[in-house]
């Protein structure tokens, strides 16, 4: 069996546990996780038997790219009758009796979930985003390595980059290099992202006190951006000597990403952030020691907290004050918000096949961000460190 | 009082017609419309009075960027407590009641909405989308601006790319010129797309067979992309000659974006592809001809056909086949894919501060893509264009 057939038949089996009938699957990332395209429409996965995938535009393209029956869906009227010809006994029972019926609620808005509300009157509806978001948290051997090869590019970016530093240098600017050492390796141009309203720009490049501004996007460190149109990630501001510069940058090469940060210095940083990233270091090899299937998600974020707080940098944690986020790492693969996420309340034990972005960082307001951030996946044994970077504050010297 | 306290007004004034008590905004872009921010939250508009900006985060960063009051919202759980004490005629109402509050169906996710339908019990919900959508279709003085800056950086690109060109070179790396120089020159590093699904990346630099190739994405070039992860604009293909290069992009600076495509060869056309641009560059002359106040968006759209199906070019016209879309032309502003369309069922008559790309585009299935596409704004009198790169079959020489 191939690996997206096998995937859907892990699907129906949760499905079938879970009392769901039929998946309308929709969404770009999980139309790719499940068939391996992103053409626009509907994958109908019944709880037994073949799914079929509907497609608006392009079927062209689905019928090369999908490993499932595609059909042409030219609109919504008639879909109910055509899932009934298709799946008799699921769409075609009398009326009064209900079909169980899941989508993507997560991701799926409003608007168009009423259009298949319409389309479907004897459907009851179900959340299944939890499903899918579980099923797609462990990765195949195939996913980890798409990852590596991201790891690999990002690695590449990453010394480009380091070598590229110099005083003045905008972070804007150094984020372009970033930019086009990827693209040139395969990058598809942008990160996809689950959250809503959630945008990725290739990461976080910040020095000083821009990269310790906060902002809406989900993670330790914002920056300042381009504007308020843009209040995330590097800006105009030029980078100065003796400040920490958070180079937190990711890429996407055939759908999977990889996301890493390294701490560099033209010259050198002041004792304190300097002792904040050795924190963060220790943090991360503690962590590495409890990565192996079984350790609770969230003990390994509760552990890491306690540390931070020892070292008397509670406050400077994963975030300042009011903007502190509330999480050590996130799943990682064809979205960068991925499960599991070590957290409080996530108490999924580790399994091999997980691969999670793990970044211990300190804000301080008005002089920075240090940290670091490796992608590791979950083995039988323990784990695989993905990212390939070398670690440890990165120095260029004041004198260049 | 300032542009977005006019919007807000205008917002309130549709409100009021339409018999609506509230207006819940939470997406990026309505956001930073209407308040000047994208940090997460919700927007409550009134029907009547001030507006209060419900922060999670960053709230810090809210309040420097925002115009209206902003409040904290740390938590779901007790948001209609605090509705009804902000607004205690609108959702302190006695059981049984409802307050007739908007959302923006369109983008936001099902989960969301109901976490909202539980937080606000007294709320009778209805989809407001297109009420902003219509405020936004009209552009003030200084979003138009924003565009013409937009449009400065896209001809340097262009212009930068078009120097590139030579035999051999990929698509993508030529993209990846585009990208470089735009990026230099204040490009955010994304170009937001609000249809669910959508995603653009620069536009799409595609040449000969791939510019051909029908993608998910909504427009008359799709292109090979980077495998079906990414199938849609550039694809690593080296450009050869004689075939047309369809350089379609885009940037996005201070949150305005801009459009334009250009068709460039290395050699020459063949006679009918030749022919066939020329075809699209006098529907845009006709189409300019009719830009003015008044006219019926829908009839530009019908014209153009009309033309491309009387130069036998209809099978072509905006894609081919199954594949072809059905408009002429887009609005375009915070995002590529605004009001008003050129498409049939658009009944809009143009409007002063109405901007749009108008693409008329030929795709012949094997050889390429040929078109232009310009960004107007709609003035008193007519139209300013608002793209500068110059026309015409732009031909780089065989021997290089």
């Known amino acids: 069996m191939g690996e997206r057939a096998e995937r859907r038949r892990r699907l129906q089996s949760k499905m079938k546990e879970t009392g769901?009938?039929?998946?309308?699957?929709?969404?770009?990332?999980?139309?790719?996780?499940?068939?391996?395209?992103?053409?626009?429409?509907?994958?109908?996965?019944?709880?037994?038997?073949?799914?079929?995938?509907?497609?608006?535009?392009?079927?062209?393209?689905?019928?090369?790219?999908?490993?499932?029956?595609?059909?042409?869906?030219?609109?919504?009227?008639?879909?109910?009758?055509?899932?009934?010809?298709?799946?008799?006994e699921l769409f075609g029972k009398p009326e009064g009796e209900k079909t169980i019926v899941a989508a993507e609620y997560d991701v799926l808005p409003v608007q168009q979930f009423q259009r298949l509300e319409g389309a479907l009157p004897g459907a009851r509806w179900v959340d299944g985003s939890m499903l899918i978001r579980e099923l797609r948290m462990i990765k195949s051997a195939g996913e980890i390595e798409a990852i590596r090869q991201s790891a690999r590019v990002i690695d590449i970016a990453y010394e480009t980059a380091f070598a590229a530093i110099k005083p003045g240098l905008s972070e804007v600017e150094l984020m372009a290099v970033v930019e086009s050492v990827i693209r040139h390796n395969g990058h598809m141009g942008l990160m996809r992202v689950r959250g809503y309203n959630q945008e990725i720009i290739t990461g976080m490049i910040g020095a000083g006190a821009a990269a310790a501004m906060p902002t809406y996007f989900d993670g330790p460190a914002g920056g300042q951006g381009l504007g308020a149109a843009s209040p995330q990630s590097s800006g105009r501001r030029p980078i100065g000597a003796d400040e920490p510069i958070l180079i937190d940058i990711g890429c996407?090469?055939?759908?999977?990403?990889?996301?890493?940060?390294?701490?560099?210095?033209?010259?050198?940083?002041?004792?304190?952030?300097?002792?904040?990233?050795?924190?963060?270091?220790?943090?991360?090899?503690?962590?590495?020691?409890?990565?192996?299937?079984?350790?609770?998600?969230?003990?390994?974020?509760?552990?890491?907290?306690?540390?931070?707080?020892?070292?008397?940098?509670?406050?400077?944690?994963?975030?300042?004050?009011?903007?502190?986020?509330?999480?050590?790492?996130?799943?990682?693969?064809?979205?960068?918000?991925?499960?599991?996420?070590?957290?409080?309340?996530?108490?999924?034990?580790?399994?091999?096949?997980?691969?999670?972005?793990?970044?211990?960082?300190?804000?301080?307001?008005?002089?920075?961000?240090?940290?670091?951030?490796?992608?590791?996946?979950?083995?039988?044994?323990?784990?695989?460190?993905?990212?390939?970077?070398?670690?440890?504050?990165?120095?260029?010297?004041?004198?260049?």
């Not at 037994?48 to 497609?55: D, K, Q, R």
């Open 252 to 400: 996407c090469i055939d759908g999977y990403v990889i996301d890493q940060t390294r701490t560099a210095v033209i010259g050198e940083l002041a004792e304190d952030l300097a002792l904040a990233y050795e924190v963060s270091e220790t943090i991360l090899r503690e962590t590495e020691a409890r990565l192996k299937p079984g350790t609770v998600c969230e003990e390994l974020y509760e552990a890491a907290l306690e540390h931070a707080r020892a070292a008397g940098l509670g406050d400077h944690f994963m975030g300042f004050g009011a903007d502190q986020v509330k999480f050590l790492g996130h799943g990682i693969g064809l979205e960068i918000d991925e499960l599991p996420v070590l957290a409080k309340g996530f108490r999924y034990g580790l399994q091999p096949g997980m691969v999670i972005a793990i970044e211990p960082k300190f804000t301080f307001p008005g002089r920075g961000v240090v940290g670091i951030e490796n992608t590791y996946a979950i083995t039988e044994t323990g784990f695989e460190k993905l990212t390939l970077s070398r670690e440890g504050i990165a120095t260029v010297s004041r004198q260049m």
């Open 20 to 88: 769901i009938d039929a998946f309308l699957i929709t969404q770009n990332v999980d139309l790719y996780y499940f068939v391996g395209s992103v053409q626009t429409g509907y994958l109908v996965v019944p709880s037994a038997g073949e799914a079929t995938y509907f497609v608006r535009r392009s079927v062209v393209r689905a019928k090369e790219e999908a490993d499932v029956a595609v059909e042409e869906l030219s609109s919504m009227r008639g879909f109910g009758t055509r899932l009934a010809q298709s799946y008799p």
